[in-house]
Antibody, heavy 118, light 113 residues
Framework: QITLKESGPTLVTPTQTLTLTCTFS??????????VGWIRQPPGQALEWLAL???????RYSPSLKNRLTITKDTSKSQVVLTMTSMDPKDTATYFC??????????WGQGTLVTVSS | QSVLTQPPSVSGAPGQTIIISCTGT?????????VHWYRQFPGTAPKLLIY???NRPSGVPARFSGSKSGTSASLAITGLQVEDEADYYC?????????????FGGGTKLTVV
């Protein structure tokens, strides 16, 4: 059974850096073809793709956010970490991590709501 | 502004068929990237409904079907049920200078009246 779970702060102050952790089980990020991504959804709005990291370390970032995002993996802990700098109230959203397979996302975490406010 | 364009809302009566469109460009759907569809109920994570344009994951009813042609794709739901009322999103990849990156549609709210 594949599971993913996001963890991190629920409230961050503007200009701070956000660090979110995705802890997964049921698959390994050392297996060829496996990838884990981050997607966010502001309240009442659409899904927005953020970043993806592959089993071989290859990383992809949303062009509009790439200067603020860093995605890393710790295969020994079965974790993927996303950091986003210069947080702004517009970054308030539910952040999801998901396993990528054949370019789609069949497995998702429950999501974690991050509010950016002073 | 989402990279993939979906109608904001569609509606249908129980038993009817509805179609949700997803329009891309030459840098995503038009360049051969597959389209995938998700359903999302309020307060929950999206669930994969259709992958690689027309394939249904195990457990997804045959009432859901997908197609893709050129820069457009569509999701059809036949035999509409009240429980189909949800938000639906298409997703693909977009070719970029630094490699492909994921893109979503703006979402379509399905109302079953």
């Amino acid at each position: 059974q594949i599971t993913l779970k996001e963890s991190g702060p629920t409230l961050v102050t503007p200009t701070q850096t956000l660090t979110l952790t995705c802890t997964f089980s049921g698959f390994s990020l050392t297996t060829s073809g496996v990838a884990v991504g981050w997607i966010r959804q502001p309240p009442g709005q659409a899904l927005e793709w953020l970043a993806l990291i592959y089993w071989d370390g290859d990383r992809r970032y949303s062009p509009s956010l790439k200067n603020r995002l860093t995605i890393t993996k710790d295969t020994s802990k079965s974790q993927v970490v996303l950091t986003m700098t210069s947080m702004d109230p517009k970054d308030t959203a539910t952040y999801f991590c998901a396993r990528e397979s054949d370019d789609s996302y069949p497995d998702w975490g429950q999501g974690t709501l991050v509010t950016v406010s002073s | 502004q989402s990279v993939l364009t979906q109608p904001p809302s569609v509606s249908g009566a129980p038993g009817q068929t509805i179609i949700i469109s997803c329009t891309g460009t030459s840098s995503n759907l038009g360049t051969g990237y597959d389209v995938h569809w998700y359903r999302q109920f309020p307060g929950t994570a999206p669930k994969l409904l259709i992958y690689r344009n027309k394939n249904r994951p195990s457990g997804v009813p045959a009432r859901f079907s997908g197609s893709k042609s050129g820069t457009s794709a569509s999701l059809a739901i036949t035999g509409l049920q009240v429980e189909d009322e949800a938000d639906y999103y298409c997703q693909s990849y977009d070719a970029g200078l630094s490699g492909s990156t994921g893109v979503f549609g703006g979402g379509t709210k399905l109302t079953v009246v």
